[in-house]
Every structure is written in structure tokens, then in C-alpha cells.
């Protein structure tokens, strides 16, 4: 998956202002509501996360190869379960749309991630996937798909 | 004014459904995919006018629309918000034909009494009704015949209404649609008509009667009175009796497992019996149809011992035709189970042999109506675990009962 929409109206205003959101603005339609695109491919990629019980903003996996962290915007389910990553914590990254292989589809209740910090203190956060479903598979031709909250896909 | 008859559609309605219980969907263009996740089987407005079409593949409808949303369908909720537009409809007319999952006949004749105005308010005061009730938008056809009612709402898309009595506004209207649009008028039969130069439903309803009687059957007859304003098409309140009953689809992919194979066998066959149990039908034959590989057609047939809806009868009938498929291992990508020579339970002879329901599988009938649908299965389905742990594969359209069209 390589990017994720919220609906303006779940952020509050002053979290979009403070974490300059207004650029990530865009509507589907003249009519349509707007939202706020959360992309991999941006040079600065930011997840939404419920953290603390507050929506927050952490930087989307790592981008950075001098990190010690792995690069990327996935961590498999499959190595959270087998121990291969530690200190970190589960979180939920809120989202209304998701965007896999260029086909937007509907979320509902979000996507599990998790948090990790890395040597300097800076956190970051990536998506859990599993294998995919024959559904989802077939929708966006992607092996892998998202831990998805409250949602059969 | 006596014998009005009305037709009532919602417009696209999977996608306004979605929308009832996700509101920020509104104007976005949203497509609600197939089961399999291949095909758009619905989509909104909005998407229709970037060029995507019913059946399109997922993969040419983000090509036309890349901003458009995918939507899994969910037939269990679109049954509630159909069933409160049926109950919804009730309230204003003592006779409506539950046609399809959006569509309703009804008699049109009491409108006017129940919103206390002239019909044209009162039907758009019964179209606003349907909107603030049960949020979706419906367009409304009324004119003394169910085919010319059918016309208005259709022509009046979308969310929109027309009173269809003023003979030239019908003319107008018969003359816009083409011969083909017209439900009854299929493939072959607007193929015969086009080669007699009938192309809009003008030209039908201009065409000698018994011309048309002779080319297209008491049917055709049928569309043609209609078409004059002459109601011989009935408002039926109960579904006519079933030729035959049928459950089944695709299995998501070829498929050569003997063991996946038969999953589905079982899975189809306890629906089938699931379907006969709810109309009240027992069948004297099972046919089995597959598509094999390079898309050719498989179909087998089997005559029972006696009349049945027993799952112990039906299971090992139809197991036997799956395992006529020559050679075996031959890649399977569609199934259907198909009961036949239905009667009314109560309404057969019976059989020295006859085959009942057992305990087991009445108790899981019992168990599944209280706690869920497949709560109770088949150990033979274990095989399709996926299938299962998704729940919205657990509702077809096929299993909304009531319904007298699909």
C-alpha cells in the first residue's frame, strides 16, 4: 500500500496548521468532501497515528539508509510474531481510503502499524501487512495487504 | 383517475447504500466491486460520467476514473435498507410487487388520498419520503400500465419522477427509447424487430398487433398493449412459481483440488437446500454445470428417487456428477447446482426410497437460523477457509427472498 486518505473534518484544525497539512488538501469532486493524502512517494511521508489516545503525525517507515532502522514503508506481520522486532509499540493509523497499485479503496476502522524509535529519539511508523486476500489481491494485484481494523477485505 | 400503477428504482442503488451509512461517500465517484474483487457491479453517477461501466474490470475503471473509490459489496445491508424501501412503499399503497432488490410496482392509485394533493405532488412528495426515510434517491414512474410506468422512472433518471397520462408527452417519451430498453425485449427479439425496421418503442407500439403476437410470442403481444396504456401485465404481490432453482458463481480462480472442488460442491448444495427449504420446492432432478478451462461449458444431470429437499439426497447425487468430469483434474472456474421438476412440498409422490432431512441437518438448519448462516457447516467446506471467515460471502443476491425478478 503507498498511501492513505483522512477526511479534513477527523483532523483538527489546529494539527493541520501546526503540521503544515493545508498542501496535502485535496477533493475527489467539485462537491465532493475534502481530504488530507498521506503518500509514500512525498519526499517528507507522514502516517496519522493514534497515539496516546491523540491523533498525532510520525514519519512513515524510514527513508534514510544511514539509519539503523529497515528502509521501507512495510513491516511484515509474520516478523513482529517470530521477535524479530523489539521496543516497539502496535499502534492504529487512522484512514478513510487506502491507494495500492494506483486503486483507491474504502477504509473503515484503519490500518495496525507500529511505532519504533530510532538511535536519536525520532519515531517512526510502519504499516503491518499479511499475506492478501484472493479479494484484495485480485482489486489491487498486490501479494501483501494491510492489518485492516474492523474490516473484512 | 382509476388503475395507475407505479414503478418506483432507486438510483444506483449499491452506491447509495454505501452512502446512507458512509456519508462523506456522497459525490465522490465510488464503484462496488463483484465478490472476487474483479468487476465494478454498481457504480455512482459520478463514475458513470468518467466512462466506467457496469461488469468493467477493476483495472479499466481506474483507468477512466483513477480517483474513483472500490467498494466491497455487502448484500446483507443492502437487503435491510430494500426491505425498509418495500415496507416504506406499503405505507402508501395496498398492493406493491417487491420486483427486485431497488425495484417496486405498486398501485398507484391511493397517492393522491395519502398526500392529500394532486398525483403529480403527491408523487414527488413520495419520492422525498423514501429520501429523508431511507436516504436513498429514487426515481418514480406512473402511467396506467406497468411498462409505460417502468418508461417514466427510467426516462426520469436521475431522482426524478414522471406522471405519464398526457398522450403526447408519452409519445415524446416512446420515441426517445430505443426497442431494446424495453424488459422483455431481449437480444434475439430486438435483432427480429430492428430486421422489421421497429427500433424505438414508438415503432413497436405502432406495429401491427398481430404481427407482433406472430414474431414475438403472447409476450410480445403483451408488451404492445402495454405499451398503448393497456395494463395486461398484473402487479404480483407473491413470486410466481421457480422453473428452477440454481446456487452457485465463481470459485475465484481454476481450481483442480478434487478435495477444493467438492468444498464447493457441498457449499453450493447446502445454500441449494437452504433456497428449496425457504420457497417450499422439492426437486426431482440435480444438474451440475461447470466452466472448464479455455471457457467451455460442462453440465450433467441426474434424476433423484423421488422428490427431495433432503441434503443426504442431493449430496450424493451431485458428488457423483463431479466426479464425471473427464479427465480428472480438469481446471474448474465456475459451478452451479441446479434443482429441477420442482413441486410444491406436499404437492409429490412419494417414494419407497424417499430420503428425509435427518436430525443432524435439521438441528443445523435450527442452529444457523438462530446464530448465523453457516454457524453449522459441512466439514467438506473446510477446505475454503477464506470463503468463510469473510462474512460478506456469506449473503448473494440470489438468497434476498421475495424478490419476483432475480
Known sequence: MVGLSLLRSEIPETLIAQRHLQNRLTRRSDQAVEEIRFLWRVRHS??????????????????????????????????????????????????????????????????????????????????????????????????????FIGQGI | MGNLIGHLDADCFYASAERVRFPHLKEIPIGVLGNQGACVIAKSYEMKARGVTTAMPIWDAVSHCPEGVYIKRDFQWYEVLSRKMLELLKQYSPTVEYYSIDEFFFDADYLEQSFDCDLPDAVAALQAKFLEQVGVPVSI????????????????????????????????????????????????????????????????????????????????????????????????????????????????????????????????????????????????????????????????????????????????????????????????????????????AGQRQLSLLDQQTSLANGLKNRVNQVIGRFALRSGATLTLPELYSDQAHDHEICDIYGKTCF
Not at chain 1, 506481520?77 to 521496543?87: A, F, P, T, V
Not at chain 1, 511505532?115 to 501487512?129: C, M, N, R
Not at chain 2, 424488459?183 to 401491427?208: H, P
Request: contains cysteine.
Open chain 2, 141 to 344: 414512474g406512473v402511467s396506467t400500465s406497468r411498462i409505460l410506468a417502468k418508461l417514466g422512472s427510467d426516462s426520469a433518471k436521475p431522482y426524478g419522477w414522471y406522471v405519464l397520462i398526457d398522450p403526447e408527452l408519452i409519445a415524446k417519451l416512446l420515441q426517445e427509447q430505443p426497442v431494446g430498453e424495453l424488459t422483455g425485449i431481449g437480444f434475439r427479439s430486438g435483432l427480429k424487430l430492428e430486421a422489421l425496421g421497429i427500433k424505438t418503442c414508438a415503432d413497436l407500439a405502432a406495429a401491427d398487433r398481430k404481427m407482433i403476437r406472430d414474431l414475438l410470442t403472447i409476450k410480445g403481444e403483451a408488451i404492445w398493449y402495454e405499451l398503448q396504456g393497456e395494463s395486461v401485465i398484473p402487479i404480483q404481490v407473491t413470486r410466481p412459481q421457480h422453473k428452477c432453482v440454481a446456487r452457485g458463481g465463481s470459485l475465484g480462480g481454476r481450481v483442480t483440488d478434487p478435495e477444493v472442488l467438492n468444498g464447493w460442491l457441498i457449499r453450493n448444495l447446502e445454500r441449494l437446500t437452504e433456497a428449496l427449504f425457504a420457497y417450499g420446492y422439492q426437486c426431482g432432478r440435480v444438474c451440475l454445470e461447470l466452466q472448464l478451462k479455455d471457457r467451455t461449458g460442462w453440465s450433467r444431470q441426474v434424476l433423484l428417487h423421488g422428490h427431495t429437499d433432503a441434503f443426504e439426497a442431493l449430496a450424493p447425487a451431485a458428488q457423483k456428477l463431479l466426479r464425471q468430469i473427464d479427465p480428472a483434474g480438469t481446471p474448474v472456474s465456475y459451478m452451479h447446482i441446479i434443482a429441477k421438476d420442482l413441486r410444491t
Open chain 1, 46 to 147: 507522514l502516517l496519522p497515528v493514534w497515539y496516546q489516545n491523540e491523533l498525532s503525525f510520525f514519519e512513515w517507515g524510514n527513508k534514510d539508509r544511514s539509519n539503523r532502522l529497515p528502509c521501507g514503508s512495510h513491516l511484515m506481520q509474520e516478523e513482529l510474531k517470530n521477535g524479530c522486532w523489539r521496543n516497539c509499540q502496535r499502534v492504529e493509523v487512522p484512514a478513510n481510503f487506502g491507494l495500492a497499485n494506483h486503486v483507491w479503496f474504502h477504509v473503515i476502522g484503519g490500518f495496525q502499524g507500529i511505532l519504533i524509535h530510532d538511535h536519536s529519539g525520532g519515531a517512526h511508523v510502519y504499516l503491518l501487512t499479511q499475506p492478501a486476500s484472493h479479494y484484495y489481491e485480485v482489486m489491487t494485484r498486490s501479494k501483501r495487504m494491510p492489518l
